[in-house]
């Protein structure tokens, strides 16, 4: 609380008509968290020895609103805007508009050196490094012990979703899934079509929106949409408005044999039973595995999800802004973050952490989950192809999995080309 109230007086400093006296304020916008990113703001400035200050300042709760606000501010060349938490999927629309300050490449060097496959892959943009990595996030597949011992599902190898839908078919149990028409929907279709050796995107195509490159007519996304429809035939009676807080409800009750989420619910289940609304029983029969397969001899691509740093490009402090940036997704942050706000991090090392492994004992799958995972489609045009997605795929017991991919093509071409509205 001291450093929110801190980062907020120093926020309002910054906004005064004439310099604050002592060293230069940075103003880094985050995306709404326990505190953590305040707190790591108040410790870097502390570590900096007086060569900065850092402000902080909280976005709106929804990334898309968040996005909005910051593009609206950088689109009108804001020089107020020094660090920046942003969402993965916005990356190449921030990169290819020029608000994002270069990375140099010492930093960017030092800020991927032991950091997993998809935190580096989702701060990148066009093969270059456009952002710093700092949290990552994936989902893992996780079951209650007792209803898979019953069923006689092997969880310790990788399974398929053929076996988990089969497996709650026979047990009568759910499986625990995004169904609504949201942003999860873009998640698990991603997750699903790149399990198969797929892509959403197949180019980008940052110059000419109507030609862009889309494979959701392969069989891949035929597939993903078979599964997807599958999924709702045993995923309960509110599936078309169950999002992840909802999931990890019902998961703790006793309809649902599975669920696809992310390690958020791991905590949530243990706070549960903290103020004795859930029996330690529960959470005692949570397993976790990796997300599943798609094809038995391929491994899974999991969601890949996070935040990372970006350095505003109108910015007058730009080299003392990385600076901050390299401070704030050091391992010892990163570390400290994941423990007290749960978000998984993106160094490697941090998952084999004595104190991360008592709070989180799925560390090591978190971070083999990590290396696997794979971004969302990356495009300077993602917000159109997200919200087609969701509107055409939704709900997803009533698509045809081999037309609904192509109609979806035609509706993001159609949206890019400027021919159809939203």
């Keep these: 609380m001291a450093a929110g109230v801190a980062a907020a007086a120093l926020a309002g400093l910054a906004g005064c008509g004439g310099a604050p006296d002592g060293p230069p304020v940075l103003n880094w916008y985050t995306n709404p968290d326990d ?16 060569a900065y200050r850092i402000a902080t300042s909280v976005l709106p709760r929804q990334a898309g609103e968040q996005r909005q606000q910051l593009v609206r501010r950088l689109a009108a060349n804001d020089p107020s805007i020094d660090i920046m938490s942003i969402d993965p999927p916005y990356i190449p629309e921030f990169a290819e508009a020029g608000f994002l300050a270069p990375v140099p490449e010492d930093v960017a060097a030092r800020t ?36 898979v011992a019953a069923a006689g599902l092997d969880m310790s190898s990788p399974v398929t979703w053929d076996q988990v839908i089969a497996a709650a078919q026979q047990s009568g149990k759910q499986i625990a ?37 889309l494979g959701l007519d392969s069989p891949a996304a035929t597939k993903a949409a078979e599964i997807m429809k599958e999924v709702a035939g045993v995923a309960g009676p509110g599936f078309s408005t169950a999002d992840e807080d909802q999931n990890s409800n019902a998961f703790q009750g006793d309809a649902a044999m599975f669920q696809v989420n992310w390690p958020f619910v791991w905590g949530k289940v243990n706070s549960a039973v903290e103020d004795g609304s859930v029996e330690q029983s529960v959470a005692d029969d949570f397993g976790w595995a990796l997300y599943p397969q798609v094809d038995p001899d391929t491994p899974s691509a999991p969601p890949y999800g996070g935040i990372n740093l970006g350095v505003g490009a109108f910015s007058p402090n730009v080299d003392l802004a990385y600076q901050a940036a390299e401070c704030i997704v050091s391992e010892e942050n990163q570390k400290q973050y994941m423990l007290t706000n749960g978000n998984p991090a993106a160094k490697e090392a941090v998952f084999t952490d004595p104190e991360v492994l008592e709070q989180f004992p799925m560390a090591p799958l978190i971070e083999q989950s990590l290396q696997q995972a794979k971004p969302r489609p990356q495009t300077a045009y993602y917000s159109e192809v997200s919200e087609s997605i969701q509107r055409n795929y939704h709900p997803s017991a009533g698509i045809d999995p081999a037309g609904v991919g192509p109609a979806t093509a035609e509706l993001i071409r159609a949206v890019l080309a400027k021919e159809q509205l939203l």
């Design 35 to 50: 505190g953590g990113q305040a707190e790591i703001a108040a410790a870097c400035t502390e570590a900096s020895g007086g």
């Design 112 to 147: 991927t050196e032991g950091v997993v496959n998809s935190a580096v892959e989702g701060a990148s943009w066009d093969g270059e490094l456009v952002t710093v990595p700092f949290w990552a996030n994936t989902q893992l597949l996780w079951y209650r012990k007792a209803d």
């Design 177 to 213: 899934a995004q169904g609504a028409r949201a942003e999860s929907m873009t998640v698990w279709l991603n997750a699903l079509v790149e399990s198969g050796g797929g892509e959403i995107i197949t180019d980008p195509s940052p110059e000419a929106p109507e030609a862009i490159g």
